[in-house]
């Protein structure tokens, strides 16, 4: 049995990128003594399309980030709570959402000249468009801070998009349930932090 159905994966390679482009902070899953290991991090993919990643040394999942260790790792796209309200059809409630399944294998980058490259093309990436901050090279907060963070690159061996936006409804509930996870991401982030910050 294929799950989810398959009018809710998505094999478009580049759809699947612009989700990890668009969204880059990964849940990455590793496991040791069958246990899972999971933080968060931000992952770029870079032109050879692999993902580089940095991590604290202190972090209990460091010293599975390297020598062809695997990796499972969640880019998670927008979600909500859909309600049957905006179908012009008879359906029950539902969730909808964007996620990225990724596996891989892992490398560690030993050179600090290469960590160091990357912290500022990974600040400028994540400061595009505006540009607001450039994260010089000889910055000497970055240079007291190299011996405290770890490089990795991630070679990717398989991709799944879960891609669950109401496709199998008629065309104008598929729109409506589009435009609700617009307005729902929208509308609930300020509310929810002003709750919880």
Not at 121 to 148: G, I, S, W
Request: with cysteine; net charge negative; glycine share 2%.
């Amino acid at each position: 049995m294929t799950y989810p159905p398959p009018h809710h994966q998505d094999h478009n390679r580049e759809h699947l990128i612009e989700v990890i482009k668009t969204y880059p902070l990964a849940t990455v899953i590793s496991v040791k003594d069958q246990e899972p290991l999971i933080t968060h991090l931000p992952l770029i993919l870079n032109d050879e399309g692999k993902l580089i990643g940095h991590i604290d040394i202190y972090n209990p999942q460091t010293p599975l980030l390297k020598d062809n260790n695997s990796v499972n790792l969640i880019f998670s796209g927008p979600q909500c709570y859909i309600s049957p309200s905006v179908y012009t059809t008879t359906q029950l409630p539902t969730w909808n959402y964007i996620k990225v399944h990724v596996k891989g294998t892992v490398k560690a980058i030993e050179s600090k000249e290469a960590l160091k490259r990357s912290l500022i093309t990974m600040t400028e990436f994540l400061e595009a468009p505006d540009h607001k901050y450039v994260l010089d090279a000889n910055n000497p907060r970055m240079e007291a801070n190299l011996d405290y963070i770890k490089m990795f690159e991630i070679t990717i061996t398989d991709w799944e998009g879960k891609f669950k936006l109401s496709q199998d409804k008629k065309t104008t509930d598929t729109q409506n349930a589009k435009t609700e996870l617009i307005q729902k991401n929208q509308e609930s982030i300020k509310a929810f932090l002003d709750r919880v910050f």
